[in-house]
């Protein structure tokens, strides 16, 4: 096999997918809320909502971010569980115009000596018109417009390389049906249902496989794009667990009536249809595959909405919480102590945040499940991770507000007033860690020696913070930790004195520019701050006399 053909395919394969991911961001960006808007009041019956996630999709090219749309309105209460598949079946016909798009001007009109330039000019544009957001998205979309057909172009040339070191007819006479696990594994690697088509597109058009071989790596994407998203669920709302088994589950179908109908269908569209060319045929075989599976489910869409609902119930396991369960009113003492317990783990949960944030979590503290979602490339943003802290807050809240209703003690009144504090002390320093990320990182890729030394000692200074934290928090159901709270209390104002003065010190000897000290002065005050709020918040469950269970 020729290397250098060889590493030319899967470097097209890379820069394609690469292209679809700035397209896609390029486009979400320049949509704004209109798309948001749209999807949100056309979704009142399914019928709409499936016409409207096709034309969204087809649009926006990311069948993902659909997703997320849709999982957003159905945990708002906005739009139903029905109205939500039907968005999500839209959604999957909608990503094949991508495919259309691609084999009607891909493979028939010289892109490459267009795409030369428009990359030219969308890069020339996005390092001119930096500042202004509209123009680098607009520059973004060129880019990964003219990126994508430079992939392709990749794909194209190493086919045709490949084919004079590759002997293909000893695979000529297999069935369709063995090049289903082959698009399942392709699409599972490289996420992306499009770029397996684009190389399916590829290597038919360069005569490295048959029309039929073809269509059996398009049946096999059908169930492999769904997988990363099944698995993104997993350990999240019951809401997201509803909405990803849902599409799994219609792009099951998908596949088992494509496999069924595989030589008909074929047959209808190549001589019914007299579709000759085998590109179009294929993309048009993906597309009629996704759309006999929407006529196919359509008329059951209420009762596989229910079975949903049934599957993943919406009482407690809806909850982030692990100790908030409903417990008799006669007991407010046995539901006080399952808030207390739910505090100290916000607690420990914004101080896992911190050290997400400054870089310094141990492999060690982060669940099995956590490390396969790494794996796989499907963990949680900082963003997702801070949302779920803050509906954690919210469920204790909530729950607090419920205790209250109840005939409580004078002392169980004031312990409700402390959690209540305690939590938002919790909340409020994972926003501290928040707002200062963007302003580590730059400090973290700063040329200056002096700036990435200062990010070290941050860092350094964190992580001593944190394990002295952690050995209190461990500690914090086994009597007081007055004294040594107050000692550590006392080192960290110590740090952040120092830390001030050393500011003010570079900026007077102009090693660092004004920006640069107004930056660093406002991510060692919300260091400050954070610190404080945990060290408080320790002090004040202390008393309370809780650790987790």
């Known amino acids: 096999m020729n290397a250098e053909n060889t590493f030319q395919l899967l470097a097209g394969i890379a820069l394609f997918v690469f292209a679809m991911s700035q397209l896609e961001d390029a486009l979400r960006h320049l949509a704004g809320r209109s798309f948001k808007v749209f999807l949100q009041k056309r979704t009142n019956h399914p019928l709409r909502a499936i016409l409207s996630g096709t034309l ?3 649009v926006l090219q990311s069948s993902s971010v659909v997703l997320l749309m849709t999982l957003s309105f159905v945990g708002a209460g906005v739009m139903n569980m029905r109205n939500a598949l039907a968005v999500t079946y839209g959604a999957n016909l909608g990503t094949t115009a991508s495919s259309w798009i691609v084999a009607t001007l891909g493979f028939r009109l010289e892109l490459e000596a267009i795409s030369y330039p428009v990359l030219a000019l969308a890069l020339l544009v996005r390092t001119l018109f930096a500042s202004n957001e509209r123009v680098r998205h607009l520059a973004g979309f060129l880019t990964g417009f003219a990126l994508l057909f430079l992939g392709l172009e990749w794909m194209k040339d190493s086919v045709q390389g490949l084919l004079q070191s590759l002997d293909l007819a000893r695979y000529a006479h297999f069935s369709p049906y063995w090049y289903v696990p082959l698009g399942l594994v392709i699409t599972a690697v490289v996420q992306s249902s499009s770029a397996t088509m684009a190389m399916s597109l590829a290597a038919l058009h360069g005569g490295m496989i048959p029309y039929e071989s073809a269509v059996g790596v398009v049946i096999g994407s059908e169930i492999g794009t769904s997988l990363k998203i099944l698995l993104g669920a997993w350990g999240g709302t019951t809401d ?10 219609f792009n099951v179908a998908a596949t088992g009536i494509a496999m069924l109908l595989l030589y008909p269908l074929m047959h209808v569209l190549r001589e019914t249809w007299q579709i000759r060319d085998p590109l179009i045929a ?3 075989f993906q597309s009629a595959i996704n759309f006999l599976a929407i006529v196919a489910v359509y008329p059951w869409i209420g009762a596989f909405a229910g079975f949903l609902q049934r599957r993943f119930a919406s009482d407690d396991s809806d909850q982030i919480a692990k100790y908030l369960r409903r417990v008799p009113k006669t007991t407010p003492g046995v539901s006080l102590q399952n808030a207390r317990q739910e505090t100290y783990r916000l607690l420990r949960k914004a101080v896992h945040y911190t050290e997400r944030v400054f870089g310094i979590e141990s492999r060690e503290k982060r669940s099995r499940w956590q490390a396969i979602k790494e794996f796989a490339f499907v963990d949680e943003s900082a963003i997702d991770r801070y949302a779920r802290l803050k509906r954690l807050h919210g469920e204790i809240l909530e729950y607090i507000v419920e205790i209250q209703r109840e005939e409580l003690t004078p002392e169980e009144i004031d312990q409700t007033g402390k959690l209540v504090t305690i939590s938002r002390y919790a909340i409020h320093a994972a926003k501290n860690a928040k707002d200062i990320q963007h302003n580590l990182g730059e400090l973290s890729s ?9 990010y070290q000692s941050i860092v350094a200074g964190q992580r001593t913070f944190t394990e002295q934290f952690g050995s209190l928090l461990d500690r914090s159901g086994h009597g007081e930790l007055e004294q040594e709270l107050s000692i550590l209390m006392d080192q960290c104002n110590e740090w952040h004195t120092m830390d001030v003065r050393q500011v003010l010190e570079q900026l007077q000897e102009n090693s660092i520019d004004e920006l640069g000290a107004s930056t660093l002065l ?21 008393h309370l006399g809780v650790r987790d269970a």
Do not use: C, W
């Open 56 to 58: 969204v999709t087809a």
């Open 240 to 249: 997201k667990k509803r909405v990803a088994l849902g599409n799994f589950l």
């Open 282 to 284: 294929l993309v048009a």
């Open 446 to 454: 700063s040329a200056s020696d002096i700036l990435d030394g200062v």
């Open 522 to 542: 406002n991510v060692y005050r919300e260091i400050h701050s954070a610190q404080n709020l945990l060290m408080t918040a320790l002090r004040e469950l202390s």
